[in-house]
């Protein structure tokens, strides 16, 4: 994922800066002939020596080509990560000027938006004055003709006031009447409602009685339902436990499988020394990537014979990539084993 996102971004720095690109690829075959040209030059002494040690100086030798082609790389991909931050920083100060730019032409159209309301607001207070006086002139009329027209009212409301007394005694005289009957009624009404409201307390009590009873049920009915469902997480609790540890001993056993095939696969690429002690054992831990490439080899509890050591750590780096796990669960990057020469 990381590869594949830095290309696009190597390629827009190679558009950029073609010149600087083109000078770090011939900087690079430069170093790499002149490598080539001093390891094809060098002569070995003909003196009687272990082939063995012969190996170890060529691979050593090549160790270093490799370190420095690596360090020149991380060095032009850190050029490269400069540029990108460089342009990044560019575009961040191009928001930033548009972003002031934007909030000063916000500002400019607030000012302008405020004078129009300011305008507005003024010639509505004058309409308002305005409106107001016309008002003030209305309501001096209207005062005046109310005036006239409360003094025609007062003496019509006189001769209604003395028709109203008229009628309301003749009125007293019939809710008197009216009172006496609705009394009558009323008292008939208390008696049936107090004879209703046993009749529905009797009502009520009964089917309170039912409903604690139907509670009851419910309640008996749901503590079963709780039991039983209890009961079957239980069950489906010790199933899952059942079924983990299935699992976990078959992930183990998958895992031992794992070790004991990149075992195999280190030992058929060991070279025997020359000289070799076959007591001799060492523990190997071996940090791997998810391709199964070796990234690192470390010897530990081995013994003093470096042949032996080396012949191990070659014959592992040999093994690269190391052979997939038979399940993606029992993969790490981190493999530890024990290593005994054959008999």
Same mark, same amino acid.
């Given at each position: 994922m990381a590869s594949s996102s830095l290309w696009p971004s190597i390629y827009q720095v190679m558009k950029r800066h073609p010149m600087a690109v083109v000078a770090?690829?011939?900087?690079?075959?430069?170093?790499?002939?002149?490598?080539?040209?001093?390891?094809?030059?060098?002569?070995?002494?003909?003196?009687?020596?272990?082939?063995?040690?012969?190996?170890?100086?060529?691979?050593?030798?090549?160790?270093?080509?490799?370190?420095?082609?690596?360090?020149?790389?991380?060095?032009?991909?850190?050029?490269?990560?400069?540029?990108?931050?460089?342009?990044?920083?560019?575009?961040?100060?191009?928001?930033?000027?548009?972003?002031?730019?934007?909030?000063a032409e916000q500002k400019r159209r607030a000012e302008i938006k405020r004078k129009k309301e300011a305008e507005q607001k003024r010639r509505a207070e004058a309409e308002r004055k305005r409106k107001e006086e016309a008002k003030r002139l209305a309501l001096l009329e209207a005062e005046k003709k109310q005036k006239e027209e409360?003094?025609?009212?007062? $003496? *019509? /409301? =006189?001769?209604?006031?003395?028709? !109203?007394?008229?009628? #309301? &005694? +003749? %009125?007293?005289?019939?809710?008197? @009447?009216?009172?006496?009957? $609705? *009394? /009558? =009624?009323?008292?008939?009404?208390? !008696?049936?409602?107090? #004879? &209703? +409201? %046993?009749?529905?307390?009797?009502? @009520?009590?009964?089917?309170?009685?039912? /409903? =604690?009873?139907r509670q009851k049920r419910f309640a008996e009915e749901a503590e079963k339902r709780r039991l039983a469902e209890e009961a079957e997480l239980k069950r489906r609790l010790a199933e899952e436990e059942r079924r983990e540890a299935e699992h976990n001993r078959m992930l183990n056993s998958l895992r031992l499988q794992y070790v004991k095939l990149i075992e195999q696969k280190v030992e058929s690429k060991w070279l025997r020394p020359t000289a070799l002690d076959p007591d001799q054992s060492c523990e190997v831990f071996v940090r791997q990537t998810a391709l199964g490439d070796v990234i690192s080899v470390n010897l530990n509890e081995c013994s003093s014979d470096v042949a032996f050591k080396n012949s191990i750590e070659r014959a592992v780096w040999a093994a690269s990539p190391l052979p997939p796990p038979p399940n993606p669960e029992v993969f790490d990057n981190e493999i530890h084993f024990t290593f005994r020469p054959r008999s």
């Open positions: 770090s690829i011939a900087l690079h075959v430069v170093l790499v002939v002149m490598l080539s040209l001093s390891l094809s030059s060098s002569k070995i002494p003909e003196q009687p020596k272990p082939q063995a040690s012969t190996v170890k100086a060529v691979v050593v030798d090549a160790k270093k080509v490799d370190d420095e082609l690596n360090r020149r790389k991380q060095a032009e991909q850190q050029r490269v990560q400069q540029a990108l931050e460089r342009q990044k920083r560019l575009e961040e100060e191009k928001k930033r000027q548009a972003a002031l730019k934007k909030e409360a003094r025609k009212k007062k $003496l *019509a /409301e =006189e001769a209604e006031k003395k028709r !109203l007394a008229e009628e #309301a &005694e +003749k %009125k007293r005289l019939a809710e008197e @009447a009216e009172k006496k009957r $609705l *009394a /009558e =009624e009323a008292e008939k009404k208390r !008696l049936a409602e107090e #004879a &209703e +409201k %046993k009749r529905l307390a009797a009502e @009520a009590e009964r089917k309170r009685k039912e /409903e =604690e009873a």
